[in-house]
């Protein structure tokens, strides 16, 4: 390998070692040594995002787009070296992380756009009312305004996307907020090489060093220790829900709580509605089996429930579904914590009553192959464990009684990141009636196509109710995710001189 990381921690502009270490868990390849993360570590990355925040928190917009096009350009600039080591930690190939750079980047001049469009300040003025009676009006100004230091998750199965400076750093960055990274153990390395271009971008742009600093993994209480920290101010997380509720409530608990804005997944149920399963079924059948089993099912929007009405259009359905599955090779999933995991759904999906298994085969240590079950509407109401999301390509087909029955399980489900629909023109009717149910369960519902695959743009929800997400307002993709670290100041007969540039243009 071309690259070979140093191991250490990037702590506003140093890069420091730990005395503790941690070894990397490769896909292939020998493994690296890398510094264990500190509560110290924490505390000095803290303390110098509240100073770089005194800064950046007040610099103009043009000046944090110019920051973060600059960022994309170093991120480019490693193109290569980052997709080799890439897949050498993770195992995923190397046209899934170049589309994943292309991804990051594009992120980060996106938002990079949007600031410069100001649009997201939501500025709002109500002019002084002197005369009015029987009492006057202040003059009254509004504006979105960044809210502080920012902790991110590196997230598992994005090594870039969602993690060093993925969505949430690009995000907060953009909001004028400075960001800590919490790197993974699963991909250190990239993580270690992604903050080499961050701070070649802070140096380049004249940007104080706290802005970013990245602490490497290896130890749960460095996470714990940096949600506490008095001085962050909102938590960005994409990763289980054990782990996400956890950090949840460590920031409910703090003496001055904070925001914290998991991302903690889903089974993103498929509602297959009867006329078009039998009009086009095989091509619903063989779609489907491209997105569950897409990345080895690692994405968050993997769709793993699929529900229809049971009957020879159903039976159909299934067998496709099976012999496509049968075809599917094994794939290295990202980590040995996650194939276990995903061994240990399959064995609880196999185990619950009423589930049949028409797809078995055999996953060694971290090559995943797909799953098959298949179970009643009724047994799936019996059984809560049915609803609960495997992390791979394992696939649960329901089959229901009724159109009632449909419903009914609609309005069974837990909070999703998404919901989807497939129907033809002679299904409208109860795809009407599933909509203000669906509506209320996830954040994007679909129709006729499939939900992996989720868009950088301006109307992009990447979020739900929980557990989905730990707040229902917020998405965690697409511009919108500004929001999320900003908050709204009012000002009130302050003289021009006093007021944020922005109210005064």
């Known amino acids: 390998m071309s690259f070979q ?68 350009d170093e991120i480019d600039a490693r193109a290569d070296a980052i997709t080799e080591i890439g897949c050498f930690e993770t195992g995923l190939p190397g046209a899934r992380l170049i589309g994943e750079r292309g991804r990051t980047v594009g992120q980060l001049r996106l938002f990079a756009q949007h600031i410069l469009q100001g649009a997201y300040l ?14 006057p009006r202040s003059d009254l100004k509004m504006m979105q305004r960044p809210i502080g230091p920012v902790a991110v998750f590196g997230a598992s199965n994005f090594p870039l996307a969602f993690s060093t400076a993925g969505g949430d750093t690009a995000a907060a960055l953009a909001a004028g907020c400075p960001v800590v990274v919490k790197g993974h153990s699963a991909h250190p390395g990239t993580g270690e090489i992604v903050a080499e271009a961050v701070a070649a971008a802070v140096e380049q742009c004249g940007i104080h060093p706290g802005v970013f600093s990245l602490i490497q993994g290896g130890d749960r209480a460095v996470g714990s220790a940096l949600v506490q920290h008095p001085l962050i101010k909102a938590v960005g997380f994409t990763g289980s829900l054990t782990g996400g509720r956890a950090l949840f409530d460590l920031c409910a608990a703090r003496p001055e709580p904070i925001p914290f804005f998991g991302e903690l997944g889903s089974v993103n149920p498929m509602f297959l509605l009867p ?98 079950f298949a179970t009643t509407g009724r047994h799936w109401l019996a059984n809560e464990a049915l609803a609960e999301e495997v992390f791979g390509p394992l696939g649960v087909v329901v089959t229901v009684d009724s159109d009632a029955q449909m419903l009914e ?59 989905a997400s730990t707040n229902f307002g917020a998405t965690s993709v697409g511009t919108l995710s500004i929001r999320r670290f900003l908050r709204p100041v009012c000002y009130q007969d302050l003289p021009a001189a006093l007021l944020p540039d922005d109210l005064n243009l």
């Open 5 to 72: 990381p140093h191991g250490k921690h990037l702590i506003a502009g140093q890069w420091l070692a730990s005395e503790e270490q941690f070894l990397s868990s490769p896909a292939s390849g020998p493994a690296y040594s890398f510094s264990k993360g500190s509560i110290d570590l924490v505390n000095a990355a803290a303390e110098a995002a509240e100073a770089a925040f005194v800064e950046y928190g007040y610099t103009s917009r043009e000046t944090r787009a110019h920051f973060l096009n600059v960022i994309a």
């Open 122 to 135: 939501d500025k709002r003025h109500d002019k002084a009312m002197p005369e009015r009676e029987p009492l």
């Open 275 to 372: 006329e078009a399963v039998t009009a086009r079924g095989d091509a619903l059948a063989n779609g489907w089996v491209q997105s569950l089993t897409m990345g080895a099912g690692q994405f968050c929007t993997n769709p793993g429930i699929a529900i229809l009405k049971k009957g020879d259009a159903a039976d159909r359905f299934l067998e496709t579904a099976r012999l496509a599955l049968e075809k599917v090779p094994a794939q290295t999933m990202l980590t040995d914590g996650i194939a276990e995991a995903y061994r240990a759904g399959q064995k609880r999906i196999s185990a619950t009553t009423g589930v049949q298994e028409v797809l078995m085969t055999q996953c060694d240590q971290r090559d995943a192959t797909p799953y098959l």
């Open 409 to 467: 399980i609609a309005k069974s489900l837990q909070g999703q990141l998404t919901c989807t629909l497939h129907l033809d023109e002679a299904d409208t009717k109860l795809g009407r009636e599933l909509m203000p149910v669906l509506e209320r369960k996830a954040g994007r519902v679909l129709a006729n196509g499939f939900p992996t695959g989720v868009e950088v743009c301006d109307s992009m929800v990447h979020g739900g109710p929980y557990p």
